[in-house]
């Protein structure tokens, strides 16, 4: 079965500190997309940043980086610099051929 | 460009009844995916509709059900509801179709409480 798993429900992080947020997935296919969806409180889904599972480079957007660890089948978000709008819901998700498999996702806080 | 919208941004139905909810693109998008969103089993993928076919369909009942127009316009039926199809329902839109691991643009979703 496909699925992914993010083991942290919540985290909680400084303001200007940095975080980190854990993804696994299982999967035995070779070629699939992987990514990091953010939804806050109330407000709509959107992308963080995406990765190409044939591509080796990690996906960088800004303060928001990614370590993707494909033999380990490991997709961690890190944010940088954290701010008080990166409060949210945090979804990794999972492409591998016409479907997106969401793990159950990670709440985090920031502190001022 | 407008976003992917929505209509109605909440609904409460009886049990037994049925429900149909919209979205509407992004223009150009011809994808359209559906998704449930609940506490307990967070974000489940319903199905998605490519150039008015269904490409994928995710584990539901046939209760579910949904269709996309020329225009890209998507609505999803529930027939028959139950207690548990209260969720947040969410739509997403993208160029191309999942398999080409397009990103998707959510809609603020439609939150449907049955009683």
């Known amino acids: 079965a496909q699925t992914v798993t993010q083991s942290q429900p919540e985290m909680s992080v400084q303001e200007a500190e940095t975080v980190t947020l854990s993804c696994t997935y299982d999967?035995?296919?070779?070629?699939?997309?992987l990514f990091w969806y953010k939804q806050p409180p109330s407000r709509q889904m959107i992308l963080v940043i995406r990765q190409e599972a044939y591509k080796q480079q990690n996906a960088t957007e800004n303060r928001f980086s990614v370590n993707f660890q494909k033999a380990a089948k490991s997709f961690s978000l890190k944010i940088s610099d954290s701010q008080l709008g990166d409060a949210a819901m945090y979804f990794c998700a999972y492409s591998p051929s016409e479907k997106l498999v969401f793990g159950k996702g990670t709440k985090l806080t920031v502190n001022p | 460009k407008a976003g992917v919208t929505q209509t109605p941004r909440y609904l409460i139905k009886t049990r037994g009844q049925q429900v149909t909810l919209s979205c509407s693109p992004i223009s150009g998008h011809r994808s359209v995916s559906w998704y449930q969103q609940t506490p307990g089993q967070g974000l489940q993928f319903l199905f998605e509709y490519f150039s008015e076919t269904q490409r994928n369909k995710g584990n539901f009942p046939g209760r579910f059900s949904g269709r996309q127009f020329s225009n890209s316009r998507s609505e999803m039926n529930v027939s028959t509801l139950e207690l548990g199809d209260s969720a947040l329902y969410l739509c997403?839109?993208?160029?191309?179709?999942?398999?080409?691991?397009?990103?998707?643009?959510f809609g603020p979703g439609t939150r449907l409480t049955v009683l």
């Open positions: 997403a839109s993208s160029l191309v179709a999942l398999a080409g691991g397009d990103t998707q643009y």
């Open positions: 999967t035995s296919e070779s070629d699939y997309y």
